[in-house]
């Protein structure tokens, strides 16, 4: 998350504040960067989010929404999911074209 530092009016702008919807804990950002990269978002949940400005006289307005985002999510059910038996073995095969990588097959019994 990024945004563009609003003017500090006079009084140097000590720290920003950001707020989600739905609501999550604020988190204050002590620093005069204006970027964010860790949040505390559940995936699979859409969020939009305001920043605040504070400088030695207060805090300022919010600012406007943010599109909303969604962080990942899991992903979806495989389909085309096919078995065969074998000589004390089950093949099993499924449709592969959803997904750009896979690193490991899990079979459970």
Avoid: K
Avoid at 17 to 35: A, F, K, M, N
Avoid at 62 to 76: E, L, M, Q, W
Wanted: hydrophobic share 30%.
């Amino acid at each position: 998350m990024s945004w563009t530092a609003p003017p500090s009016n006079g009084s140097t702008i000590t720290s920003y504040t950001r707020d989600l919807e739905p609501r999550r804990p604020q988190l204050c950002v002590d620093e005069r960067s204006p970027h964010l990269h860790r949040e505390r978002a559940l995936n699979g949940t859409p969020y939009t989010f305001t920043v605040t400005a504070t400088n030695g006289v207060g805090t300022g307005p919010a600012s406007s929404a943010s599109t909303a985002v969604t962080p990942a999510a899991v992903p979806g059910a495989p389909t085309g999911v096919s078995a065969t038996a074998g000589d004390s073995s089950a093949g099993v095969s499924w449709d592969r074209t959803t997904f750009q990588r896979v690193d490991d097959h899990q079979l459970q019994p």
